[in-house]
């Protein structure tokens, strides 16, 4: 035998009980999502790949620092970064092509190995260029600690 369960209808006395219900709820106010800033205009971006013997390359970021064939250039390293500088008394020179070479010292230093693929970040008004390893551009993505130690 089948059971049979009567439809539940809502009678016109509840249905209009309900609408003044809902005028009389309190709405909630809604987040407001936070505007991203843009992006600085004051550093070029860019990326490279370093060659066996730590040359990196970009045209662009050469460009927009105004950096010359035998400009010469100071570079420094961390375990995060490398950072080069126009800079009379400097080591390295730059060649014809537009490339600068990140010697072995500081590419063992950074963790760079022939292939990796790294940020170029060219401040103009402070004449820098800032090489990234990518995992440390990945480390500050997601919060982790980097090589030196503390998240960026």
């Given at each position: 035998?089948?059971?049979?369960?009567?439809?539940?209808?809502?009678?016109?006395?509840?249905?209009?009980?309900?609408?003044?219900?809902?005028?009389?709820?309190?709405?909630?106010?809604?987040?407001?999502?936070?505007?991203?800033?843009?992006?600085?205009?004051?550093?070029?971006?860019?990326?490279?790949?370093?060659?066996?013997?730590?040359?990196?390359?970009?045209?662009?970021?050469?460009?927009?620092?105004n950096?010359?064939?035998?400009?010469?250039?100071?570079?420094?390293?961390?375990?995060?970064?490398?950072?080069?500088?126009?800079?009379?008394?400097?080591?390295?020179?730059?060649?014809r092509?537009?490339?600068m070479?990140?010697?072995?010292?500081?590419?063992n230093?950074?963790?760079?190995r022939?292939?990796?693929?790294?940020?170029?970040?060219?401040?103009?008004?402070?004449?820098?260029?800032?090489?990234?390893p990518?995992?440390?551009?990945?480390?500050?993505?997601h919060?982790l600690?980097?090589?030196?130690?503390?998240?960026?």
């Amino acid at each position: 035998m089948i059971d049979l369960v009567a439809p539940i209808i809502p009678s016109s006395h509840s249905a209009a009980r309900s609408s003044v219900t809902a005028r009389t709820v309190r709405t909630l106010p809604l987040a407001v999502p936070q505007v991203p800033t843009a992006a600085p205009t004051d550093v070029i971006y860019g990326m490279g790949r370093l060659d066996a013997s730590g040359r990196v390359a970009d045209q662009v970021i050469t460009r927009v620092l105004n950096w010359r064939p035998g400009d010469r250039l100071t570079l420094t390293g961390t375990p995060d970064m490398v950072t080069a500088r126009r800079d009379p008394a400097g080591i390295l020179t730059l060649g014809r092509k537009p490339y600068m070479t990140v010697p072995a010292a500081l590419r063992n230093r950074c963790g760079l190995r022939a292939g990796d693929r790294v940020l170029l970040a060219a401040t103009p008004a402070e004449n820098l260029l800032a090489i990234y390893p990518l995992i440390t551009v990945h480390q500050a993505i997601h919060g982790l600690p980097t090589q030196g130690g503390d998240a960026r």
